[in-house]
């Protein structure tokens, strides 16, 4: 069938993906699909929060995503559209061993800064790193921070039932429906590169 019909037509109608895998922003081969990522690596989690709980409103998602040599890894995507509960799930991975020296990221604009507040309220989580994070320009832009790397196949995905989505979602960037996991991973790359460049008054590191 497919050597038989237009490739847009193909990927349209037989795999559900009404855009081209290739000649994008990011395309579907940009991204390498790993078991486990290396040790040693730090990583930075940014949540990227709606407010929106209708069926076209974006997720809230947050992740870990760090840096080793010149690959960039992200691992353990946490996708949810309510925010309560997306929340409380956040809080329990902050706590959690396996997030023992994540650096959490809140955006420091509009209802986010309350959220930011309430977690430095919560004295459960006093020796767990946060960050507000301010961000520079716009989703595109911010993109380009790490898209690169993606073509140069530096972007490693650890395996996990998000890869699927992620990788649909990155290859329609920016005019697809969704760009929230495409957010966090900005986000959590911008964290990457200002978390020890910030000075005290920007930090908030209880460790």
């Known amino acids: 069938i497919a050597a038989n019909i237009e490739d847009f037509e193909f990927v349209s109608q037989y795999q559900q993906m009404p855009r081209l895998s290739i000649g994008g922003f990011f395309d579907d081969g940009d991204f390498q699909i790993i078991d486990k990522a290396p040790d040693g690596i730090r990583w930075y989690a940014y949540m990227d929060l709606a407010l929106g709980e ?3 409103s974006d997720f809230n998602v947050t992740g870990a995503v760090g840096l080793q040599g010149e690959n960039l890894y992200i691992r353990d995507m946490l996708v949810e559209r309510e925010l309560e509960p997306f929340l409380v799930e956040v809080r329990r991975l902050m706590l959690s061993s396996a997030e ?9 604009v509009a209802f986010q800064k309350l ?3 309430n977690f430095m309220r919560d ?8 960050m507000p994070v301010k961000p520079q320009g716009d989703k595109v832009e911010r993109a380009r921070a790490w898209r690169r790397r993606a073509k140069n196949k530096q972007v490693y995905l650890v395996r996990g039932a998000w890869n699927k989505n992620f990788i649909r979602q990155a290859a329609g960037f920016p005019k697809g429906r969704h760009d929230d996991m495409v957010d966090f991973v900005s986000g959590s790359v911008q964290m990457l590169a200002e978390g020890d460049r910030l000075p005290v008054s920007k930090m908030i590191d209880f460790a």
């Not at 023992?100 to 420091?108: I, K, L, M, N, R």
């Not at 004295?123 to 946060?130: D, H």
């Open 115 to 117: 959220v930011f507040n």
């Open 123 to 130: 004295p459960t989580l006093v020796r767990v790193e946060i």
């Open 54 to 56: 209708s069926e076209t």
């Open 100 to 108: 023992a020296g994540t650096v959490w990221g809140v955006e420091d």
